[in-house]
């Protein structure tokens, strides 16, 4: 994995001050499964499965995010802040595992450990695939305003909001169970838990606001009205 944080302040003069915030991230994840195998059963009749795995599954993530603004400082009580960031975000997952089972009835024993197979009752398989991938980038500008006037500092700010979200799911397992593929079918190869589906997403949002607060000393407590 791996992260990497910064933050650059820059005095232009002493009425403007410029900033940037910036920050990216990336984590591989390897996942392979192990071979099981387990007895159940009672004492008259005891059964073995062994499953056997091949493949690995692969997830990839990463994240970067940008944060440049300018202030200016019209006095010492009020000021005026221009803010544009873009965040973005991937995430790929990817994976091909294939497993065998065998079921098989054993001979009883009370020692799990010394059981020899008399009779292989069923045998199958299964295949997933998946290659899914995740874009997503938010981008915003805005535009504050503060001003303080003895008990009183009035806000007030307008922002602009753009999203991209593109997503590409392709996934599908196969099923062979005793030389039979589910769901079953006399005359196709039918998949299970198919998906395929490409969402392409894009929106604009914009807001404002206006605000001012009123702070009050009341002996030892200071009250604040929005």
């Known amino acids: 994995f791996a992260d990497i944080q910064t933050q650059i302040l820059y005095q232009i003069s002493k009425r403007s001050q410029m900033g940037f915030l910036g920050y990216f991230a ?15 059963g009672s004492l008259e009749k005891q059964y073995q499965m062994s499953i056997a795995i091949d493949g690995s599954e692969q997830n990839l993530t990463s994240s970067i995010a940008g944060s440049l603004w300018n202030t200016w400082s019209f ?56 290659r899914n991938e995740l874009l997503a980038t938010i981008s915003t500008t805005s535009l504050l305003y503060n001003n ?27 099923v062979d169970s005793a030389d039979y593929n589910i769901p079953y079918s006399e005359t196709a190869i039918n998949l299970k838990g198919t998906v395929f589906n490409k969402i392409n ?9 206006l605000q001012n607060t009123w702070k009050l000393q009341m002996e030892d407590h200071l009250m604040s009205i929005t």
Do not use: C
């Open 26 to 40: 990336y984590n591989n994840y390897l996942f392979i499964p192990k071979t099981k195998q387990t007895v159940f």
């Open 75 to 130: 006095s010492e009580t009020s000021n005026l802040k221009l803010l544009t960031s873009v965040f973005r975000s991937h995430e790929n997952e990817s994976y091909d595992i294939s497993s065998f089972y065998w079921l098989n009835q054993m001979e009883s024993s009370v020692d799990k450990n010394s059981l020899d197979s008399v009779q292989n009752l069923a045998v199958g398989s299964y295949f997933k695939h998946a």
């Open 148 to 174: 303080e006037f003895g008990i009183s500092t009035f806000s007030s700010g307008i922002e602009f909001q753009h999203h991209e979200i593109d997503e590409n799911l392709n996934m599908w397992t196969y």
């Open 201 to 209: 997403y894009r929106s604009d949002e914009g807001n404002a606001f």
